[in-house]
């Protein structure tokens, strides 16, 4: 079992910046690969950003790319999304996943369903 808790949101103006973070329990984390996603009110979750569990390959959404940096740190068990440039359209809740498989991919999914652990979000707002 693998239990996440994210934290970092908060309130930002258009243009500032945030960094999320999101702790693993378990002793795999380092064996998965990890996703932020987000959910804005009114709209289906999306995909953002994924980081393969050797930290060498990741992967975003166009809309963030050039903008947010997906990085982690194993020793810490710990996931990060940094947030530049932030845009009101990126107002949303964030969550982060970790893989149901232990090093089985060769990339970072996007696809929720290839994610089996999830943690409760934290909310980012962009105020214009």
């Known amino acids: 079992q693998v239990q996440l808790v994210e934290s970092g949101g908060g309130l930002v103006q258009a243009g500032g910046s945030l960094r999320l973070s999101c702790v693993a329990s378990?002793?795999?984390?380092?064996?998965?690969?990890m996703g932020w996603f987000r959910q804005a009110p009114g709209k289906e979750r999306e995909f953002v950003a994924a980081i393969r569990w050797t930290g060498t390959s990741t992967i975003y959404v166009d809309s963030v790319k050039g903008r947010f940096t997906i990085s982690r740190d194993n020793a810490k068990n710990t996931v990060y999304l940094q947030m530049n440039s932030l845009k009101p359209d990126d107002t949303a809740l964030y969550y982060c996943?970790?893989?149901?498989?232990?090093?089985?991919?060769?990339?970072?999914?996007?696809?929720?369903?290839?994610?089996?652990?999830w943690g409760q979000g934290t909310q980012v707002t962009v105020s214009s």
């Open positions: 996943a970790a893989d149901s498989t232990l090093f089985g991919r060769s990339y970072p999914p996007r696809e929720e369903d290839k994610y089996a652990y």
């Open positions: 378990g002793r795999t984390f380092s064996d998965r690969s």
